[in-house]
């Protein structure tokens, strides 16, 4: 199974401030990862997909890079609704593997 | 819109089944991938199984292997999950989740989830 290794698990930002996420795999899954966000008591939403890809209605302060192994989640401009947790996701092969999550406080 | 609905979870002993349910709208399940993902309270995602849109093949995790089976009706677009001998670590929610359509595998979409609780 592919290991998603996410930092930091949760992290204290302002408003406004820019945040990073990182996502490490312990195989190369090359570009097949995703970024959801989740707040409480609703189901993940998508943010970003095959690494980079910015989903059809999500922000432009949410940025996704990385290939290989090594991944990261940007957020800029920090606003208060971005307050949640975030996953990455492996989807290069089968079982499907999460990051253990971060959880942003604003 | 694409949206998925879920149903049939509940407070179940160990060693019983339960059966969730997920009715599918804004696209057909006859043409898309669509997996199951669970989450314990408070905890991360695991998945649960995936079905391939020509319905046969089927892939499942490990931990729900022979005792969970994944399946669709294309004439109610609605995905299942049959669920048996259940254990207390089987407790969390449910998700169905379509598989991206410019992806292999990848979800775009999550229904809104239905709890299962195992307990005595």
């Known amino acids: 199974d592919t290991q998603m290794t996410q930092s930091p698990s949760s992290l204290s930002a302002s408003v406004g401030d820019s945040v990073t996420i990182t996502c490490q795999a312990n195989?190369?899954?090359?570009?097949?990862l995703s970024w959801f966000q989740q707040k409480p008591g609703k189901p993940p939403n998508l943010l970003i997909y095959?690494?980079?890809t910015l989903q059809t209605g999500v922000p432009s302060r949410f940025i996704g890079s990385g290939s290989g192994t090594d991944f990261i989640l940007t957020i800029n401009s920090l606003q208060p609704e971005d307050s949640a947790t975030y996953y990455c996701?492996?989807?290069?092969?089968?079982?499907?593997?999460f990051g253990g999550g971060t959880k942003v406080e604003i | 819109q694409v949206q998925m609905v879920e149903s049939g979870g509940g407070v179940v002993h160990p060693g019983r089944s339960l059966r969730l349910s997920c009715v599918a709208s804004g696209f057909t399940l006859s043409g898309t991938d669509m997996h199951w993902v669970r989450q314990a309270p408070g905890k991360g995602l695991e998945w649960v199984a995936v079905?391939?849109?020509?319905?046969?093949?089927?892939h499942y995790a490990d931990s729900v292997k022979g005792r969970f089976t994944i399946s669709r009706d294309t004439s109610t677009n609605t995905l299942y999950l049959q669920m048996n001998s259940l254990r207390a670590e089987d407790t969390g929610f449910y998700y169905c989740?379509?598989?991206?359509?410019?992806?292999?595998?990848?979800?775009?979409?999550w229904g809104q989830g239905t709890l299962v609780t195992v307990s005595s």
């Open positions: 079905i391939w849109n020509d319905g046969n093949n089927r």
């Open positions: 996701q492996q989807y290069d092969n089968l079982p499907l593997t």
């Open positions: 195989q190369d899954i090359t570009h097949f």
């Open positions: 095959d690494a980079s």
């Open positions: 989740a379509r598989v991206n359509p410019v992806t292999t595998l990848g979800i775009d979409h």
